[in-house]
């Protein structure tokens, strides 16, 4: 396990890929479903995917292809559940005033006096470097921007005049179900598909798997 697993951590819903199986297998019908489990079943764990695939009589295949990320809930329909969450904790916080910089290069400067939280996830774990100054976090219940430039094991959030506190956890994407962003919402600020997002973030972080 990475040493930075306390921080940041992408957990994967079983339960969810298990349900996302029996609609795609039945939407099929008399045509043969295949289970897409490339780039190690897009950062999802192809050990972990086949053994659900292959109870459920579904032939695997390490051969991308185009509706593949709709068994990972990589799509807008409402019956196929997002597998993946990636989310990361609170590892500072600090109150700037305005016209402070943020991180490398001071990219960002504060237009007010504001509170800043650090949060323990970078371009190391997966995050790409683009959502500087672009992207956002959900971090007790609202969506806070990243400011300043992504560094290698961390970001900063804009928190406002909102408060946050070490050990608090800031959601990158997870399921829209209960109110977290989706990881088409994610891939849309960083302009990027949804598979490249979570086979990255898979191959980086260290999986949870849960049911």
Known sequence: ???????????????AIRQNLVVLTSRYGTKKYVADIAADAYGHGTSEVGRLARKAAVTVSESSNPLGGELYGLT?????????????LVIATKTIDAGEGVSYGYT?????????????????DGLDRSASNVGSLLLGGVEHRIVGRVAMNALVLDLGQHSAAIGDEAVVFGDPAVGEPAVGDWAGQLERPCAEIVAVFGSHLPREYRW
């Open 1 to 15: 396990m990475q040493a930075n697993s306390w921080r940041a951590t992408a957990r994967i819903d079983l339960a």
């Open 108 to 124: 960002w400067h504060a237009p007010t006096r504001t509170n800043l939280a650090l949060v323990g996830i970078g371009y190391a």
């Open 76 to 88: 807008r329909d409402p019956l196929l559940h997002a597998a993946m969450r990636v989310s990361a």
